[in-house]
C-alpha cells in the first residue's frame, strides 16, 4: 500500500495558476500509474489526469487539457499538476490517487490508493 499526501491547494483569482503536488511513501513510486481526480460541492468525483507508470501513457480530462499539466518525479516520490488559466468551474478538492496498472486510466475503480485531498477555490 502506497500513503499519499497532497499538498498546493488555496484560494485564488481566476486565470491565475497552482501547481498541486502530491507526496508518496511506503511503497516503490514508480511502480504506480498516478491519477488526479476532483469533487466540487455536490457533484460526483471526476476523472482530471493520469499519468501511467509505462512512459508516454497519458491522460488528460478534455475540457482541461489545453490548461493543466500532470507530471511526475520519481527520485521525489512526487506527482505534479500545473493548472494554468483557472476558472470558477475549477473549484474542487483535488484528490491524488494510486493505480497498480501499467497504463494510464481514468477509471476510479482502477485506483486503490487515494490522499485526503486538497482545495482549491478559484473566485470570479
Known amino acids: 500500500q502506497v500513503q499519499l499526501v497532497e499538498s498546493g491547494g488555496g484560494l485564488v483569482q481566476a486565470g491565475d495558476s497552482l501547481r498541486l503536488s502530491c507526496t508518496a511513501s511506503?511503497?516503490?513510486?514508480?511502480?504506480?500509474?498516478m491519477g488526479w481526480f476532483r469533487q466540487a460541492p455536490g457533484k460526483e468525483r471526476e476523472f482530471v489526469a493520469a499519468l501511467g507508470r509505462i512512459s508516454g501513457s497519458i491522460a488528460v480530462r478534455t475540457s482541461v487539457k489545453d490548461r493543466f499539466t500532470i507530471s511526475r518525479d520519481n527520485a521525489r516520490n512526487t506527482l505534479y499538476l500545473q493548472m494554468n488559466s483557472l476558472i470558477p468551474d475549477d473549484t474542487a478538492v483535488y484528490y491524488c490517487a494510486a493505480s497498480p496498472r501499467s497504463y494510464a486510466s481514468s477509471s476510479m475503480s482502477d485506483f486503490g490508493s487515494w490522499g485526503q485531498g486538497t482545495q482549491v477555490t478559484v473566485s470570479s
Open positions: 511506503g511503497r516503490t513510486f514508480s511502480s504506480y500509474t
